[in-house]
């Protein structure tokens, strides 16, 4: 089984900045890629940013210059910098990974439970 934890969602004024964790854990041979989505009320649930492994970040164009995704592989883990937070940024995020787990022919994407981001005007 393969699970996914965030951390580090919480409440902010405009300006400010947040660093989002996301660790997987479990039976896993292989991540190819990682990232970050977010869903806010009403609306879709749209990617930030991901990474794939020994790959380039791929970011929304929203976030771009204010966001930095970053991995660590040895911990399974990634990474989200947010600074300069707008109330735009308001909403659950979410950390997705593809994920090859160990005796499996084919990888699965998984998604962690969310965190909450609110930024305050």
């Known amino acids: 089984q393969v ?3 965030e951390s580090g969602g919480g409440l902010v004024q405009a300006g400010g900045s947040l660093k989002l964790s996301c660790v997987a854990s479990g039976s896993i041979f292989g991540i190819t890629k990682m990232g970050w989505y977010r869903e806010a009320p009403g609306q879709t649930r749209d990617l930030v940013a991901d990474l794939l492994t020994a790959g380039t970040p791929d970011y929304a164009d929203s976030v771009k210059g204010r966001f930095t995704i970053s991995r660590d592989y040895a911990k399974n ?4 910098q947010m600074n300069n ?3 735009d940024d308001t909403a659950a995020y979410f950390c997705k990974a593809s994920i090859m787990r160990r005796g499996a022919d084919y990888e ?6 969310g965190t909450q981001v609110t930024v305050s005007s």
Do not use: E, I, N
């Not at 883990?77 to 989200?80: D, N, W, Y």
């Not at 699965?108 to 439970?113: K, L």
């Open 85 to 87: 937070l707008q109330p």
């Open 3 to 5: 699970r996914l934890v």
């Open 77 to 80: 883990a990634v990474f989200l």
């Open 108 to 113: 699965f994407d998984y998604w962690g439970q």
